[in-house]
């Protein structure tokens, strides 16, 4: 079936380090990725997506690639910052499915200044 | 600005009494979403509305049920509500066209706490 993997947190960093959250999944079918993020006692919103391989979505420096060959959307900004500390969920659509996301188990980023 | 509305943000009720919570929507989104948040969890989906078609999860308790008036409101209906049920609940839409991957959109929750 299919399914999204992250990788297990809290990540814990400081002010300007590099961050890098894995994500892989397994899909039929040509799916869509997303990576969300959920600020403490707030919904969540959409920081970036790619539609098929080898897009690359950005928003907010933030970055990550649709690598088919290895099925992974890993997450990555050169510096973070303080207010970047939040939960990060990956997730995907496969086609014919009313647009059904299915989640990752999140990641805490905590940055610490 | 087009968004999704949650009211409550907060909602406090009583072990075994009925609670509605209510999602609206300016985007004019043809699907619309429920899910339960526990701490620490990705959002969990309950169940979706396409247009007036009701499409429930399998394992979804009959406890919950929803109501989709029209294209802009969605309600979500605990009948009795359990310990249990404490958790954030999150609405969201999105435009399904068939063939292409919209993304959803959130709300930013109502926070169930159940006395």
């Known amino acids: 079936g299919n399914s999204v993997t992250q990788m297990e947190g809290p990540v814990t960093l400081s002010e300007e380090a590099f961050l890098t959250i894995n994500c892989t999944y397994t899909?039929?079918?040509?799916?869509?990725l997303f990576w969300y993020v959920q600020y403490p006692g707030e919904g969540l919103q959409l920081l970036l997506k790619?539609?098929?391989?080898?897009d690359k979505g950005s928003n907010k420096g933030f970055e990550a690639t649709y690598r088919k060959e290895t099925t992974s959307f890993h997450l990555e900004k050169g510096s973070v910052q303080v207010s970047d500390s939040a939960v990060y969920f990956c997730?995907?659509?496969?086609?014919?499915?009313?647009?059904?996301?299915?989640f990752g188990t999140g990641t805490l980023l905590a940055v610490q200044p | 600005d087009a968004m999704v509305i949650q009211n409550p943000r907060y909602q406090v009720t009583q072990f075994g009494k009925p609670v509605t919570l209510s999602c609206s929507q300016t985007?004019?989104?043809?699907?619309m979403y429920w899910y339960q948040q526990k701490s620490s969890q990705a959002p969990k989906l309950l169940f979706h509305?396409?247009?007036?078609?009701?499409?429930n999860e399998a394992d979804t308790p009959d406890n919950f049920q929803s109501r989709r008036p029209n294209t802009s409101f969605c309600f979500l209906d605990i009948r009795s509500p359990g310990l249990g049920d404490a958790a954030m609940y999150l609405c969201?839409?999105?435009?399904?066209?068939?063939?292409?991957?919209?993304?959803?959109?959130f709300g930013d929750g109502t926070r169930l706490s159940i006395l």
């Open positions: 969201a839409t999105s435009n399904f066209r068939g063939n292409s991957n919209q993304p959803q959109h």
């Open positions: 509305y396409y247009d007036k078609d009701f499409n």
């Open positions: 985007l004019n989104h043809n699907v």
């Open positions: 790619a539609t098929k391989a080898d």
């Open positions: 997730a995907l659509i496969y086609g014919g499915a009313t647009n059904k996301l299915i």
């Open positions: 899909a039929t079918g040509y799916p869509s």
